[in-house]
């Protein structure tokens, strides 16, 4: 069972009346808008403008902007009366071993578990593997090369970033905890049957959204500090997008400009992304396989996001660009934090533009487009000489053990992710 009603106001109410009973899931916060502003990139796009003159499409973007992940905000209305670790440890039971495992499980922990170990219908599991195994090379070669500047993208916008900036990220230390609790799904989604009931990544990603729905809960009961006429539902469907699916969502683009078909190697990545945002609680609208759909409803979320600055974003970037992700702090430690971190700002100035980064306080320096050359020039070396090796029969088991094991080593030198968050430690006045 996933999330597939149209009517999600009366869904978040059925699942979870502790947080949604009372909440106007009617209103139209602040962030959300039915025209793109004067300087939207999006404004003059005529497939933009026909998607938003189309009222009922409109009303349900809005409500997937008001939308959390009920069965998960459910559960997570019952650890302070179940208490944090005796919680957590049913939790860590019913994700490795299945719900049925674990006596006396409340009701929203088994509703919250049977809706994610029941597969849909249209999961491939000949394509997951597939994708994982070409996303294993990948990872194996750039998988810590990406990650801060991935992070960044979505400070720009104030809308977004407030729940990370009252959940304590504002600190270098916080923010490098925040990148390893996702980062790790991501990669952990690349080893072999991780995705599968009671692996890895499948057990990742539950802990991620009740972590989520932890934050959601908390910030939802300060009235006094949570603006909800403003900002909404707390880390809502329309934010996860950007980072569980931005890569299908480049790839249908792509392809919409060719012959509108994803090639066999991209409707693996597309599967196994969609299946992965299934787990992590994403409403089926998220989950197309179609290249059409797929651009539309990032269209759709883009254009009724409304875009502002928020200096808080700036200095919650700051944090995420200066944190520390090493796991050691020898020499080889430092000098390569300080060449990903240079690396990353000559990213993420062409990705937002000299401006943007400027105004988010990440400003260029001469050598940081040398850094950029120095980090990526080996790995792309090294990722196409592991393509070409994977092709070879004899070799092929070895580079396959080679990607696993490097895979793991990263994860080992990130440290452990612990999945939690404390909500005395909140922010309130952020």
């Known amino acids: ?84 670790k005796k919680a957590r440890v049913m939790l860590d039971q019913a994700a490795a071993h299945g719900v049925d495992s674990v006596p006396d499980a409340p009701q929203t922990l088994i509703d919250l578990m049977k809706s994610m170990e029941n597969e849909p219908d249209w999961v491939d599991w000949d394509k997951i593997e597939s994708a994982s195994k070409n996303a294993r090379t990948l990872t194996a070669t750039a998988g810590e090369a990406v990650v801060r500047v991935a992070f960044m993208m979505t400070y720009v916008n104030g809308y977004q970033g407030l729940p990370m900036i009252m959940t304590g990220a504002l600190t270098s230390d916080s923010a490098a905890k925040r990148m390893k609790e996702t980062v790790s799904t991501f990669k952990l989604a690349t080893l072999p049957g991780a995705l599968k009931r009671g692996g890895l990544a499948y057990q990742s990603a539950v802990k991620v959204r009740v972590m989520h729905a932890m934050v959601r809960t908390n910030l939802l009961k300060k009235k006094e500090s949570w603006d909800y006429e403003v900002y909404g539902v707390p880390i809502p469907q329309v934010d996860q997008m950007g980072a569980a699916l931005a890569l299908n969502y480049m790839m249908a683009l792509y392809v919409l400009k060719k012959d509108g078909k994803f090639n066999p190697a991209m409707a693996a990545a597309v599967e196994q992304s969609r299946y992965l945002a299934h787990l992590l609680g994403m409403h089926d609208q998220f989950l197309s396989n179609d ?115 490097e895979t793991l080593n990263q994860l080992q030198k990130e440290g452990q992710a612990e999945y939690k968050t404390d909500a005395q430690q909140y922010n309130y006045e952020a």
């Open 291 to 405: 290249p059409e759909t797929i651009v539309e409803t990032w269209n759709m979320v883009q254009a009724t996001l409304r875009h502002k600055f928020d200096p808080r974003g700036r200095q919650l970037n700051i944090a995420t660009l200066e944190a520390f992700r090493r796991h050691g702090n020898n020499w080889f430690d430092r000098v390569y934090h300080q060449l990903d971190v240079s690396a990353t700002r000559y990213m993420y100035n062409k990705i937002v533009g000299k401006r943007t980064a400027t105004e988010m306080g990440v400003g260029l320096e001469n050598y940081d487009g040398l850094s950029f050359a120095a980090m990526f020039l080996p790995i792309g070396v090294g990722f196409g000489a592991l393509s070409v090796l994977r092709q070879v029969p004899f070799v092929k088991k070895y580079v396959e053990d080679f990607c696993i094991q």
């Open 1 to 84: 069972m996933g999330y597939s009603a149209t009517n999600i106001i009366e869904l978040q109410k059925l699942i979870a009346p502790a947080v949604y009973g009372d909440l106007d899931l009617s209103i139209e916060p602040e962030r959300f808008r039915k025209e793109p502003g004067d300087n939207s990139i999006v404004k003059q796009n005529p497939r933009i403008q026909a998607l938003i003159k189309d009222k009922d499409k409109v009303e349900f973007f809005r409500q997937l902007t008001l939308m959390g992940d009920p069965l998960a905000d459910a559960f997570a209305t019952t650890i302070s009366e179940i208490g944090f």
